[in-house]
């Protein structure tokens, strides 16, 4: 698969505002601009308190490398990263010397504070339907690099647990598993590994659910 190189977009001369279609924002009143700014000019929060770690920054700037900006580094006034600093880091990474940013001139300090928290802590909220996952990752497969989804390959080996019967393109999930699959419930882990040894013998096609 050829690859473009998005290490140093072209971005407009100067700190040139990038014009937004819909840039009003109806909610709050204020509007929408992305900059191009220096990356040096950039300020990490001091008291960010989310970690984080070396794996993440190396996934961001792989994703940054493969699909480019699709969100702005959002700032303060004062250019202190209220979200993002992964994407900082990520850039970093790869010697960009500019970024896209976003400075939020029309929240409050503690609006500020308030968001940084917010952004981070949402995600938390949020869980995997895994069933869903597993087809959603089964059709990238052969298609491009797994690895660029975020997930290492210990993660992608657990998902292809939860269909044992790999690809399955466009068929309802349901359906898809009762297909051409039949699931043997084991009364504990060795006879699941009898029976695995014993199908596989055969020339079966199996796959441990865990």
Not at 106 to 133: F, G, P, V
Not at 149 to 156: L, Q
Request: with cysteine; hydrophobic share 45%.
């Amino acid at each position: 698969m050829k690859r473009q190189n998005v290490g140093n977009p072209a971005p407009p001369p100067g700190n040139a505002v990038v014009p937004l279609q819909n840039a009003e924002n109806p909610i709050s009143g204020g509007s929408f601009a992305v900059e191009f700014w220096p990356i040096s000019r950039v300020i990490p929060y001091a008291r960010n308190a989310r970690k984080i770690p070396p794996s993440a920054v190396a996934k961001v700037a792989a994703s940054l490398h493969e699909f480019g900006w699709r969100q702005p580094i959002v700032v303060d006034a004062e250019g202190v990263i209220v979200c993002g600093h992964a994407r900082l880091l990520g850039a970093q990474k790869l010697g960009m010397e500019t970024v896209p940013v976003h400075v939020a001139l029309d929240l409050t300090a503690a609006q500020i504070k308030a968001y940084r928290l917010m952004d981070n802590r949402s995600h938390l909220e949020a869980a995997w339907d895994e069933a869903l996952l597993a087809v959603e990752v089964g059709e990238l497969r052969g298609v491009i690099d797994l690895s660029l989804t975020g997930f290492d390959a210990v993660e992608i080996g657990k998902l292809d647990h939860q269909d044992p019967l790999g690809h399955v393109g466009d068929a309802p999930v349901e359906e898809a598993h009762r297909a051409f699959g039949v699931v043997v419930e084991c009364g504990d882990e060795g006879e699941q590994i009898t029976l695995l040894q014993e199908f596989t013998d055969r020339g079966l096609q199996c796959r441990a659910l865990m």
